[in-house]
């Protein structure tokens, strides 16, 4: 215990004296954090929070103000016409606004053809900003043929008799509806998902200090010094353990802190903090394991502090791509969400979602902890395996 | 331990053909210091490093006394202690820290570790520079620093691969007569290095190898008989050719 012991305190009061190693563990989440955070909001909020102009552009001014109107709302803002088609497709090309519904002349006859099958549907033209997202053109588009629908059944009705306004078929008062998120008190926020993403990427990124001393101690012939005294290699992986592992610590505890002060202090929301501290601190343990085995494993395959850097700084970015660290799993197409259950940042990110976001329980945890621990184990048994193949330590070779 | 008895031990590094070391075989008295020499790429480094425990997978024989080496090694860990080519020490850490980290991996701790790092620290003179970055030290400070590292366990057998490499006249003064006197107190040294007048100036016994083979050994005053001087007897048996 003595040994371990000292190789803990070496590896601390070296990793102390790395100034630039660790602002790149403390300094570099708490950033991603805030900047992701704020940048993302909009798109966690929903269609309702992201307010994109439209125009409507029609022969008849009282027709043009009553389908503005009716467009109005749920994020779609109404904006002056423009003047004519060709000003309103130059407007769209520059995004302003984003939409352009350009009624036809005959729009409100069509509108009053019978619905025979034989009569010409009513025709419309929605000019869009290729930058919109899809998700709110759909919205958009489908806002149109709501109101167009709501326009033709009381034409459709006028023509039978019956009294009714076009507003009475709005698509809000076909029905109350309710929307409730299970499993949550609120609804995952931009912050939700970027504290613990950022978190487990900078954890990882342990890697970088772990296997940059490993290879200076290879190379100034510190480690064949220690074998020479007889020291296991594995006690020399496992005096790196310990003094990551409260690293990783700190880093969740100080990323948890950054989402409930630093991220609203910029004007973002407030991290709400799990019920489940222990919950927390168990995928936290499972994760910085896995990171540790991950740094191990590059130090050992690393001979340079180049190939270290590149192999474990690549590694940690490819996996936070895939894992859904830097693009939420969600918007990711179904084959890349597939992909993505390969990465280890996404097993450690189920793991915080389900405690921060989905106020789950143990049974909730147990994949992605048992997941995380069996790469770590299986990462430092790799480790070993390489050393044991390479047998050779000093650089007398 | 007594003396270290080396029979026909061969070594080569894994996925290489070459062969490192070619049955190598001599004997190490107990308490001299031996001199191993031979030219760059001789195979002097990895003979070093496979006494030392470093490598593994070395053929034939070397026995401390009347056991095998490793099984020595076994019972006591730190009767065998290395100071390498290399410095190798952490140059983040101060020269204190280092030795508390190294005497702590010996299984030192306590007052005896505090004893083991003023002992080793005086020896090598480097009480001074205790406290600073072992990184910021001058190369001569830097051998002492490693020479006291090996010597935190009083280790009876002591592997000196090149100490004096890169240090000035002074420095190099004071290692050679700290070395003799390591010697003097009975301990077992085997000391390579390339310049031939410190290996004439503290050697007993000598052993000079190239391309992993024994060329002569035996005691410093036998080998050299002829008055002619090592140098001289280097270079007939190494060839004047230049190395890598």
């Given at each position: 215990m003595r040994r371990l012991l000292a190789l803990w305190g070496k590896e601390w009061l070296a990793l102390s004296r790395d100034v630039l190693g660790l602002a790149v563990l403390f300094l570099m989440p708490a950033a991603f954090i805030v900047v992701m955070s704020l940048a993302l909001s909009e798109v966690f909020k929903g269609g309702a929070a992201r307010q994109a102009e439209f125009a409507v552009m029609a022969a008849d001014p009282k027709l043009a103000d009553r389908l503005a109107r009716k467009l109005s709302g749920d994020g779609f803002r109404s904006a002056p016409a423009p003047a004519d088609e060709a000003a309103a497709r130059d407007g769209v090309r520059r995004g302003t606004p984003s939409l352009v519904l350009v009624v036809p002349r005959d729009f409100e006859r069509a509108l009053n053809?019978?619905?025979?099958?034989k009569s010409t549907q009513p025709q419309l033209t929605l000019l869009a900003d290729p930058a919109l997202p899809p998700t709110q053109l759909l919205a958009f588009r489908q806002r149109v043929l709501g109101v167009a629908l709501a326009l033709r059944v009381s034409a459709m009705m006028r023509r039978a008799g019956i009294a009714a306004d076009a507003d009475a078929f709005d698509l809000k008062r076909a029905a109350a509806l309710s929307v409730e998120t299970i499993g949550s008190s609120a609804r995952p926020s931009s912050v939700q998902q970027n504290v613990p993403a950022w978190l487990i990427f900078g954890m990882f990124f342990v890697v970088i200090p772990i296997s940059s001393l490993f290879v200076v101690e290879r190379r100034e012939g510190t480690l064949a010094r220690l074998v020479s005294l007889r020291v296991p290699f594995s006690m020399l992986l496992l005096g790196k353990v310990g003094p990551y592992f409260v690293v990783n610590l700190a880093q969740a505890a100080l990323m948890l802190l950054a989402g409930r002060t630093l991220v609203p202090w910029f004007g973002g929301e407030t991290l709400a903090l799990p019920a489940r501290w222990d919950l927390l601190a168990a995928v936290t343990a499972c994760t910085s394991l896995a990171a540790i085995g991950w740094g191990l494993l590059v130090a050992v395959c690393s001979r340079t502090l180049e190939q270290a850097t590149v192999i474990g700084g690549v590694g940690n970015i490819l996996a936070a791509a895939v894992g859904?660290?830097?693009?939420?799993?969600?918007?990711?197409p179904e084959a890349m969400q597939k992909l993505s259950e390969v990465s280890p940042m996404a097993w450690a990110l189920d793991g915080f979602h389900a405690v921060?976001?989905?106020?789950?329980g143990a049974a909730d945890l147990a994949a992605p902890c048992v997941k995380l621990v069996a790469l770590a184990l299986a990462l430092f048994a790799a480790a070993l395996w390489v050393h044991h193949r390479r047998r050779v330590l000093t650089s007398a070779q | 331990m007594g003396t270290l008895n080396l029979e026909g031990v061969s070594f080569h590094y894994p996925g290489?053909?070459?062969?490192?070391?070619?049955k190598v075989t001599f004997v190490i008295p107990a308490g001299g210091i031996f001199g191993l020499l031979g030219p760059n790429g001789a195979g002097k480094t990895t003979l070093i490093s496979i006494l030392a425990g470093q490598?593994?997978?070395?053929t034939g024989s070397i026995r401390a006394g009347d056991e095998p080496l490793e099984a020595l090694r076994r019972r006591r860990p730190h009767g065998l202690g290395l100071v390498p080519q290399?410095?190798?020490?952490?140059?983040?850490?101060t020269c204190a820290e280092n030795l508390r980290f190294f005497g702590a991996v010996q299984g030192l701790g306590g007052a005896r570790l505090k004893d083991r790092i003023a002992a080793a620290a005086r020896f090598a003179r480097i009480e001074s520079a205790?406290?600073?970055?072992?990184?910021?030290?001058s190369g001569g400070l830097k051998r002492r620093l490693n020479l006291a590292i090996g010597l935190l366990a009083e280790p009876e057998i002591l592997l000196l691969d090149?100490?004096?490499?890169?240090?000035?006249p002074q420095s190099r003064a004071f290692l050679l007569e700290s070395i003799r006197s390591l010697a003097g107190a009975g301990r077992t040294i085997v000391y390579t290095s390339h310049y031939m007048e410190e290996v004439e100036a503290i050697c007993d016994q000598v052993a000079i190898i190239d391309h992993g083979r024994v060329l002569v050994s035996g005691a410093l005053s036998e080998v050299i008989r002829d008055g002619s001087g090592l140098q001289e007897l280097f270079m007939q048996l190494t060839h004047r050719s230049l190395r890598d």
């Open positions: 053809a019978p619905l025979d099958g859904g660290i830097m693009v939420p799993r969600f918007v990711m921060i976001l989905r106020g789950g | 290489r053909g070459e062969t490192v070391l070619d490598l593994r997978g070395a290399d410095y190798a020490f952490y140059p983040m850490l205790l406290a600073r970055r072992a990184g910021r030290l090149e100490p004096t490499v890169g240090v000035d």
